[in-house]
C-alpha cells in the first residue's frame, strides 16, 4: 500500500502563476519530509527538508509546510518560471540517521507553459 | 563539487544477459543506495550500503546483488536479466538527514 500520496499527479500553470502541491502520508515514525525536484532525465535535486511538529521552510520562490499532526505537507511555488517544469517528488524519512528508510511519492509534474 | 556520478547512463541488454552499473561518490559518504523508479511509482530501495562490505537488503532486493569495496563505489549487479527489471536505476549517497545527493540515473532497457 502506498504510504505517500500525491496530489495533483500533473498540473499545468502559466509562467508567472503561483502553485501549490500537496503531499499526504502515513509512513510512522515520520522523523522527517523531504521535497525534491527532478528533471526530466535527471536525479533528484532536493529543495527542503522539514522536521519539526509543525514546520515551515523557505528557499527562494519554494516555500513548504509540514504539519505531522495531520501527516500534511504542502509545496508553494510563486511566480512560476519556465524552468520550474519538472517532477516533484514527496520523500518522508521514518528516523533520522541512514538506518531509517525513505518512503518516496510518486511525484506531481508540473509544466509550466507560456 | 559534490555529485554522484553513474555509468552508463543508457543501456541495452537482452534477457539473460548479466548488468554492471557503477556508481561513485566523492564525498566520502559512508551510506549509499540503489533505488529503482518505473511509471507512476516511487523510487523503490533495492539495496542500501552502510560503509564497505557491510549491505543490506532493500524492499525490492530480488535478481539484484550489490558490491562496495571501496566506499566512493557501490555496484548494482543484475544476474541473468529479466525484462521487468527494465527500468530507471538511481544510486544515491548520505551522510544525514541534511544532505542526501543522487545521480542523473541509469536508463536500462532489457530486451
Known amino acids: 500500500k502506498t504510504q505517500v500520496e500525491q496530489s495533483p499527479q500533473s498540473l499545468v500553470v502559466r509562467q508567472g502563476e503561483n502553485c501549490v502541491l500537496q503531499?499526504?502520508?502515513?509512513?510512522?515514525?515520520?522523523?522527517?519530509l523531504r521535497w525534491f525536484k527532478q528533471d526530466t532525465g535527471k536525479g533528484l535535486v532536493s529543495l527542503t527538508v522539514l522536521v519539526d511538529q509543525k514546520d515551515k521552510t523557505s528557499n527562494g520562490r519554494y516555500s513548504a509546510t509540514l504539519d505531522k499532526d495531520a501527516k500534511h505537507s504542502t509545496l508553494h511555488i510563486t511566480a512560476t518560471l519556465l524552468d520550474d517544469t519538472a517532477t516533484y517528488i514527496c520523500v518522508v524519512g521514518d528516523r533520522g540517521s541512514a538506518l531509517g528508510r525513505l518512503h518516496f511519492g510518486a511525484g506531481t509534474q508540473l509544466i509550466v507553459i507560456p | 563539487d559534490m555529485k554522484v556520478t553513474q555509468m552508463p547512463r543508457y543501456l541495452i541488454k537482452r534477457m539473460g544477459e548479466n548488468v554492471l552499473l557503477e556508481c561513485g561518490q566523492d564525498m566520502s559518504h559512508e551510506t549509499m543506495y540503489w533505488y529503482r523508479q518505473d511509471p507512476g511509482l516511487g523510487l523503490q530501495l533495492i539495496y542500501i550500503?552502510?560503509?564497505?562490505?557491510?549491505?543490506s537488503e532493500g524492499d525490492i532486493p530480488k535478481g539484484y546483488r550489490v558490491s562496495r569495496k571501496k566506499r566512493e563505489h557501490f555496484s548494482l549487479i543484475l544476474d541473468s536479466a529479466k525484462t521487468n527489471q527494465t527500468s530507471v536505476y538511481f544510486c544515491?549517497?548520505?551522510?544525514?538527514?541534511?544532505?542526501?545527493?543522487f545521480g542523473h540515473g541509469t536508463k536500462l532497457s532489457v530486451l
Open positions: 550500503s552502510y560503509d564497505v562490505d557491510s549491505n
Open positions: 503531499c499526504n502520508y502515513s509512513v510512522t515514525p515520520d522523523n522527517h
Open positions: 544515491a549517497s548520505s551522510l544525514d538527514n541534511e544532505r542526501l545527493f
